[in-house]
């Protein structure tokens, strides 16, 4: 067997009962399979439960998010299919699916590789009421990097009055920034905004005092010459790491305080991470 199928499917083509028991095919949901093989492959579980699935069904929530190759941090991984149907049919949640019920506008079902899905506008509407504040700015960051409309996100939201999570979704539009250089950075800013430290200029070009070019820093707070470096898992590569000293150096010698974090520290120790920029600010 190569591609997802039902029993229906499987015996027209003459794949029998006992080559579905085979070691190397996994059964997904009570009458759906796919080759053990597919069952990392995004697109081959999304297959897999379309099988099954009325014709109104849309792919939607974390699921269109991973098509539309957004990454959503702090959210742990959900290998279910979610699928959005209209509030009148009637389809349970299985092992391999999540369903929601919402009447989705023509507008916001977009088709992509022959699979009925929303749109991103409407998939970052979805996420605003599921995740967690922090992983929705790393969206929207991610967006707006890749050109979305900030006026488009407005749009949505004046259309969605009462919808829930339309406040959190408008408090993101306007801390946004689509110079957000990682989904983590984004969630590291947004603790930085919860604990009332100053808003940090991203992406800051540092100059010696000759006027030459050291460096361009994550996060940096330009009147306190302190800065923050977000250190995710490629500077654990030898050439990144020694080229992060060097550049480090370069940064000191300039007058600047130097301050790198990782992601165990955002999220395993926030109040140190808060209290150690606190510091470097001098500020209470």
């Given at each position: 067997?190569?591609?997802?199928?039902?029993?229906?499917?499987?015996?027209?083509?003459?794949?029998?009962?006992?080559?579905?028991?085979?070691?190397?095919?996994?059964?997904?949901?009570?009458?759906?399979?796919?080759?053990?093989?597919?069952?990392?492959?995004?697109?081959?579980?999304?297959?897999?439960?379309?099988?099954?699935?009325p014709?109104?069904?849309?792919?939607?929530?974390?699921t269109?998010?991973?098509?539309?190759?957004?990454?959503?941090p702090?959210?742990?991984?959900?290998l279910?299919?979610?699928?959005?149907?209209?509030?009148?049919?009637?389809?349970?949640?299985?092992a391999d699916?999540?369903?929601?019920?919402?009447?989705?506008?023509d507008?916001?079902?977009?088709?992509?590789?022959?699979v009925?899905?929303?749109?991103?506008?409407?998939?970052?509407?979805?996420?605003?009421?599921?995740?967690?504040?922090?992983?929705?700015?790393?969206?929207?960051?991610?967006?707006?990097?890749?050109?979305?409309?900030?006026?488009?996100?407005?749009?949505?939201?004046?259309?969605?009055r009462?919808?829930?999570?339309?406040?959190?979704?408008?408090?993101?539009?306007?801390m946004?920034?689509?110079?957000?250089?990682?989904?983590?950075?984004?969630?590291l800013?947004?603790?930085?905004h919860?604990?009332?430290?100053?808003a940090?200029?991203?992406?800051?070009?540092?100059?010696?005092?000759?006027?030459?070019?050291?460096?361009?820093?994550?996060?940096?707070?330009?009147?306190?010459?302190?800065l923050?470096?977000?250190?995710?898992?490629?500077?654990?590569?030898?050439?990144?790491?020694?080229?992060?000293?060097?550049?480090?150096?370069?940064?000191?010698?300039?007058?600047?305080?130097?301050?790198?974090?990782?992601?165990?520290?955002?999220?395993?120790?926030?109040?140190?991470?808060?209290?150690?920029?606190?510091?470097?600010?001098?500020?209470?």
């Amino acid at each position: 067997m190569r591609r997802p199928t039902d029993r229906r499917r499987a015996r027209a083509d003459g794949i029998t009962d006992w080559h579905l028991r085979h070691r190397e095919v996994l059964r997904s949901s009570r009458d759906t399979y796919l080759p053990r093989a597919a069952q990392s492959d995004l697109d081959q579980r999304v297959a897999a439960v379309l099988l099954g699935a009325p014709p109104g069904a849309v792919v939607s929530h974390v699921t269109a998010a991973a098509l539309w190759q957004l990454e959503i941090p702090l959210v742990p991984e959900d290998l279910r299919v979610h699928l959005t149907i209209p509030p009148a049919t009637r389809l349970r949640n299985r092992a391999d699916r999540r369903i929601h019920c919402a009447q989705l506008p023509d507008r916001f079902v977009v088709r992509r590789r022959d699979v009925a899905l929303t749109s991103p506008g409407r998939t970052w509407l979805d996420l605003a009421a599921v995740v967690p504040p922090a992983a929705l700015l790393a969206v929207t960051d991610q967006m707006l990097a890749r050109r979305y409309p900030r006026t488009s996100f407005t749009r949505i939201l004046d259309d969605a009055r009462g919808v829930r999570g339309v406040r959190a979704a408008r408090e993101m539009v306007g801390m946004a920034d689509a110079r957000a250089g990682s989904p983590m950075e984004s969630v590291l800013r947004w603790l930085l905004h919860g604990a009332g430290v100053p808003a940090p200029v991203l992406q800051h070009v540092v100059e010696d005092a000759d006027g030459r070019f050291v460096g361009r820093v994550d996060l940096a707070w330009p009147d306190r010459r302190v800065l923050v470096e977000f250190d995710g898992n490629v500077h654990r590569e030898r050439r990144v790491f020694v080229e992060d000293l060097r550049r480090q150096n370069g940064l000191v010698l300039a007058g600047w305080t130097v301050l790198r974090f990782t992601s165990a520290d955002v999220l395993g120790r926030p109040q140190h991470v808060l209290a150690t920029i606190r510091a470097a600010l001098g500020i209470g």
